[in-house]
């Protein structure tokens, strides 16, 4: 039977890159079953030890925590960044826009080599980039600002590499709940690294006076990172935890991956539902620490910065409380996926929609409570911050749920671009724009300096009632959609998945 077609169906059969073997016969991309002896043995040597899992879990986790450290740094220490180089609001902003345009033009690239090429390899080189550009960037003058941007850019590349990839290898390795449970422990070091981002570079700043020393710290510890990611992670067949190495891969287009993601439902609103909650974390966790500053002025508790290094206070306030809300509100957005899975087919996105709907109430209370009550302020944030925390290992698993396993990085790739192109790449810098923009009506006065950034802030709550929105579309497609992926794993075409995905929600 030919493999393009399928008996009864004038529909093309869906192509697939779904094995764990490469032989001259077969091209990359459609399934075709194997019962070769060398083969099966093939696939038993690539059967990844739990030990080795479990170790290759840790090591991925704490490079994660290496990168949200790094990028949330520069946000510690944003007061002296702006006294040193005496630069704006909108300006400062560009420090993470550029970062995230770099990260996120080159993630489609590392998308597309994550599904063709050695993981493991495009992961060492893109550490190494990180790594030489983070400490490069700590010895920029005052005289060449536009050298910092550069390297900031720089680091997207980096970081582009690792975020784009590691997933995927995670989702080779563990299925079902166990995958569920790896997935948090990756991303609870979203928010713990962003968190200790904010701290520690406070805390380097002012033990040593100079800012740039902050961004030293994270270059010293990535180089254990890269010396850990050589000789400690595999490089997993790609499907090899849901298929056992029972099938062969034949190439597709990258055109023709695109198409498929395009066509899947639950991934282009989950998307869309990303894209929202990185306009809001992205644009809190660079501004937050800046805003409550200009809170306590206006309050008169602190005098304005006058001169670096500035008051840190507000950074390792900030920071702790992402370190604890992300870890419990990733904890208790697992533990209610894990009970309500097997009885609520939609409840992955339904939890991201309720965690969106729910804080944005909680951030826009703590915004407008600034200016009369701080304490008041980091409570909601607090609650904010934990309901947004719902999402983040939910987040990848509805999108290893939906996407067959070597379209994974190709998907990671797009949801990345989609969501940092329209969410946390301009955010910061749209934000400051508008307190840049709205401080000329009173240049000189320190109250509407505050209020300016205020009304900007007030931005984030309504995006982020958007984004609840885009995850309740996802829960009305997201079993289809999972079904749909089963069945194309199993070999059949996309009209045959279609029916039975139709039959069974029947």
Known sequence: MDKETSTGSTQPREKLHLSTCMSGSHRYGSIASQSDDSVSSAAEINIISSKRAYV?????????????????????????????????????????????????????????????????????????????????????????????????????????????????????????????????????????????????????ASATGDWRWALRLNPILGGLGLVLLIFLIPNPPRGASETQGATCMERTTYLEDIKYLLRNRSFVWSSLGVTAMAFVTGALAFWTPTFLSRARVIQGLTNPCTKEPCDPSDSYIFGAITVVTGVVGVFIGTYISRRLRDTVANADPLICAVGMLSSSPCLFIAIVLASTSIPATYACIGIGETLLSLNWAILADILLCVVIPTRRATAEALQIM?????????????????????????????????????????????????????????????????????????????????????????
């Not at 007061?79 to 550029?98: A, C, P, R």
């Not at 724009?433 to 009304?455: C, H, M, N």
């Not at 579309?473 to 992926?485: G, P, V």
């Open 56 to 204: 290759a879990i840790a090591v991925l986790c704490y490079v994660n925590l290496l990168n949200y450290m790094d990028r949330y740094t520069i946000a510690g220490v944003l007061l002296s960044i702006q006294k040193y180089f005496n630069i704006s609001d909108s300006t400062s902003g560009l420090l993470q826009t550029v970062f995230i345009c770099s990260f996120m033009l080159l993630a489609p690239v590392f998308g597309y080599l994550g599904d063709r090429y050695n993981r493991k390899v495009i992961m060492v080189a893109g550490m190494v980039v990180w790594i030489v550009t983070t400490l490069s960037s700590s010895f920029v003058t005052e005289s060449y600002f536009w050298l910092l941007i550069v390297l900031r850019a720089l680091v997207g590349t980096g970081e582009a590499s690792y975020v784009t990839i590691a997933p995927t290898i995670i989702g080779d390795m563990f299925t079902g709940t166990k995958r569920t449970l790896m997935i948090s422990f990756f991303y609870i070091f979203i928010p713990v690294g962003s968190g200790l981002g904010y701290i520690l570079g406070a805390t380097i």
């Open 418 to 506: 989609v969501c940092h192109l329209l969410g946390d790449a301009g955010s910061p810098y749209l934000l400051g724009a508008i307190s840049d923009a709205l401080s000329t009506v009173k240049p000189d006065s320190p109250d509407w300096r505050f209020r300016s950034l205020e009304y900007s802030v007030l931005l984030c709550p309504f995006i982020g009632v958007l984004g609840g929105l885009f995850f309740l579309l996802t829960a009305l497609y997201i079993k289809a959609d999972k079904k749909a992926a089963e069945m194309l794993m199993k070999g059949q075409t996309s009209a045959e998945s279609t029916a039975e995905s139709i039959a069974d929600s029947a």
